[in-house]
């Protein structure tokens, strides 16, 4: 995963983002904040929790 760590495309009018699985969540909020928008998910373990990470806890 630890190449897969990049915000590849932020789309500012439709507020998406094409963003690989192994994007740290302070990272990614670095990405998206020179574009006007946040990722406003916070767990406890935002330091060190990946994107992909998040997305398998919310579907399992």
């Known amino acids: 995963m ?3 760590d990049q915000a590849l495309e932020i789309d500012q ?3 998406c983002a094409h963003i690989q699985a192994g994007v740290y969540e302070p990272a990614l909020d670095r990405a998206l904040k020179p574009h006007g928008v946040t ?3 916070y767990p406890q373990s935002y330091e060190f929790s990946t994107v992909g ?3 398998d806890e919310i579907t399992n």
């Open 2 to 4: 630890q190449r897969f």
């Open 13 to 15: 009018q439709s507020r």
């Open 39 to 41: 990722l406003r998910h």
């Open 53 to 55: 990470a998040d997305t």
